[in-house]
């Protein structure tokens, strides 16, 4: 793939200015010719600097045969002896590390620039020879001086030296993103696709056998991995993987993406996210960085977050002052009726007032439930005919469901207007949500006073959807997230190894917290997979809670909080991280019928609910993470700067994720002033 480099202008011609600023054609030499480097001059170097200037939609070039096979080859094969880094029988300091973020999914070995005595014992550096033989080569002035002659860039650094080499396997991806970071002036990256012998031959693009036999050279394109590069407002695919291809890319506004779906017997090595920097003091070339004019060109929170698309429908009026009999009988074609009954909700709230977040099983009512699994589950039948094949762009649009973008911060179908194919979905998002019966029902819940929302109904195809890192600004209100998972795939037995499997392929919702000033929010390293599936509890085991049924509607008991009630703004955490929405089980006030219901804080057992927060927790990673669900609903309490994503679909899941819901603006629920004086005097 093909990486991304800051545009600057050619360097001007040798009659200009001196011998300082001449520019030196390279030429093949003997230490060229040692280090394995072909590389192109005279018409050749020319049609090379031509392509690149005329490439679209940004500057790029992919150039072939630069270097030798023996070099590329012996890099192959000494990477199977790298083994996993920190693990028995692997090479000390060095080895291939797990590394997932919202963007990507990718085994990376540790920086080359550590390829040194200083950093590795002579133990690992004495079984690396042909990594630092070809990392050499790459940084040589000779081959320093073709980038240079190719993309115009100016000097390069011989010192700061900056890469790794990234193993891409099935389900791997990296997607949309630029390259805009730091003193970074040109990006590449080196293909060295590899499959062994006894990988199914391909017609398309035939394999071809290294020296040894010991592995095959190629790549087919049906495999995936192919290379996107997009300008503003639309895509171009511009290459596939190819055996000692490099390519390089304008860096300063481009944005580039790969989704991976590798086939189990072959993989991709390649140096990920090489980079050539400016040179840095003492080296030749060398000028003072003007660092606000950078600054402009960096990753920053405004580039990867953004207000959603929809705005924030507001209701005409207060909220309800509890949940009234004819808001149960509305709710009860589409709730399960254990979620419409005193002691559950007097339970639902404890649980959230308490921990900010929830999650409850079996949310929909099971004939609703049923009819909603059969409508995804054939629409995924319908629009998936090949087993973990990558499906067209346009699949699943039409019929309502309409593309949603920018693919720099999310891709994935919406909802938009009536569905024949998903009627029962469409029926969630247009009567159930946007309900005063739903607004009452999340009143009661969470003790708080939903006053606007913004709702949708989304799915996310398997091999190109995503929503990345985002979330709204450090300054503001907290919202309340609610959102019901429809993965007809994601309906296991609760605990069991089905019910883990699921984060294999992605598709699960991660909240994290803001990250500090002075961090790149783009970049953050956690085991998110592994954390989903460790932290995934088993459904609520009270039996009411599961099974009950609710009272004969015309004799059910309202349910309400206090009826002199009013809202007021959620706001931020105070300076000793505690929110005033954050209340203890004992401040909680719900009242049936005008009589007030009490809190025991020991009425709760874990099971009882779901609720992935513990206070004692205070890892750096992770707020929250949910796999992929079906008849789930997620209750967040998300403070303002707090970011969320969906982790990338990956085409190796058996269908799409489904999910309705969104967000509600929230306001507390406020005493009136003469109730809070009388008590405070008693």
């Known amino acids: 793939m093909p990486s991304a480099v800051r545009p600057r202008s050619p360097s001007p011609a040798s009659s200009g200015s001196g011998a300082k600023r001449a520019r030196k054609e390279p030429a093949a030499t003997a230490a060229t010719a040692a280090?394995?480097?072909?590389?192109?001059?005279?018409s050749d170097l020319d049609a090379h600097r031509s392509a690149y200037r005329n490439a679209v939609p940004y500057k790029y070039a992919a150039v072939s045969g630069l270097i030798s096979?023996?070099?590329?080859?012996?890099?192959?094969e000494e990477s199977r002896t790298y083994g996993v880094r920190g693990e028995e029988g692997s090479l000390p300091g060095w080895g291939w590390e797990q590394k997932e973020t919202d963007i990507y999914k990718i085994q990376q070995t540790p920086d080359l620039s550590s390829l040194d005595p200083e950093h590795l014992p002579d133990e690992t550096l004495a079984a690396l020879p042909s990594i630092t033989r070809l990392k050499d080569a790459l940084y040589s002035p000779e081959f320093r001086g073709f980038v240079r002659a190719v993309t115009g860039c100016g000097p390069l650094s011989g010192k700061k030296t900056d890469g790794s080499v990234g193993l891409y396997t099935e389900g791997s991806h990296l997607l949309l993103h630029d390259d805009s970071i730091s003193s970074r002036l040109v990006s590449y990256i080196l293909y060295l696709p590899n499959s062994p012998p006894s990988a199914p031959t391909t017609s398309t693009s035939p394999l071809e056998p290294s020296a040894s036999g010991s592995f095959l050279k190629g790549w087919d394109p049906a495999w995936g991995g192919s290379l996107e590069l997009y300008p503003v407002e639309s895509g171009e695919e511009v290459g596939l993987p190819g055996t000692k291809r490099l390519g390089k890319v304008d860096v300063k506004s481009s944005r580039e993406g790969a989704t991976m779906q590798w086939r189990r017997w072959s993989s991709v090595m390649a140096g990920s996210d090489w980079e050539f920097h400016r040179p840095i003091e003492g080296e030749e070339g060398y000028e003072p960085v003007d660092k606000a004019k950078l600054q402009q060109n960096?990753?920053?929170l405004a580039q990867i977050t953004s207000a959603p698309t929809l705005p924030f429908?507001?209701?005409?009026?207060?909220?309800?002052a509890g949940l009234t009999p004819s808001h149960i009988a509305f709710l009860a074609?589409?709730?399960a009726p254990s979620y419409l009954t005193a002691s559950t909700l007097e339970k639902l709230s404890g649980q959230f007032v308490a921990a900010s977040e929830i999650v409850l099983h079996n949310f929909l009512h099971a004939d609703l439930a049923s009819r909603l699994k059969a409508e995804t589950e054939a629409a995924d039948v319908r629009d998936y005919r090949v087993p973990k094949a990558i499906p067209p762009q346009e699949c699943g649009e039409g019929d309502g469901w309409v593309l949603q973008g920018p693919t720099s911060k999310h891709r994935y179908l919406s909802l938009t207007s009536t569905s024949s194919a998903t009627p029962n979905l469409d029926s969630i998002r247009t009567k159930l949500l946007p309900s005063e019966a739903f607004r009452a029902w999340l009143s009661v819940v969470s003790s708080l006073a939903p006053t606007g929302y913004r709702a949708e109904a989304r799915r996310f195809r398997r091999g190109l959807d995503y929503t990345l890192a985002g979330g709204e600004e450090r300054t503001g209100d907290a919202r309340l997230d609610v959102w019901l998972g429809a993965t007809w795939w994601a309906d296991v037995p609760a605990g069991s190894d089905e019910e883990d499997d699921l984060v294999e392929h992605g598709?699960?919702?991660c909240y994290l917290a803001a990250p500090d000033e002075s961090e790149d929010p783009a970049v953050f390293q956690s085991a998110l997979a592994r954390k989903a599936a460790k932290e995934t509890d088993g459904p609520a085991e009270d039996d009411e809670a599961v099974n009950g049924q609710v009272e004969d509607i015309d004799q059910a008991k309202a349910i309400k909080t206090e009826a002199n009630a009013k809202p007021a703004e959620v706001p931020a955490k105070e300076k000793d991280g505690e929110s005033e929405s954050r209340k203890t089980k004992a401040d909680v006030s719900i009242s049936m019928n005008g009589t007030e219901l009490e809190f025991d804080p020991d009425q709760f057992s874990p099971s009882d609910f779901d609720s992935d927060s513990e206070a004692e927790d205070e890892d750096e990673g992770p707020l929250l993470t949910q796999p992929v669900a079906f008849n789930k609903l997620l209750l967040v309490l998300r403070d303002p700067g707090v970011m969320r994503f969906v982790k990338y679909l990956s085409a190796g899941a058996k269908g799409s994720r489904w999910d309705v819901g969104g967000e509600w603006e929230v306001g507390v629920m406020e005493e009136e002033e003469g109730e809070g004086a009388s008590e405070d005097n008693e």
């Open 333 to 335: 074609p589409f709730l």
């Open 313 to 320: 429908s507001t209701y005409p009026a207060d909220p309800p």
């Open 507 to 509: 598709g699960w919702e």
């Open 35 to 42: 280090s394995g480097l072909s590389l192109p001059s005279g």
């Open 298 to 300: 960096l990753s920053s």
């Open 69 to 76: 096979d023996e070099i590329l080859e012996a890099v192959v």
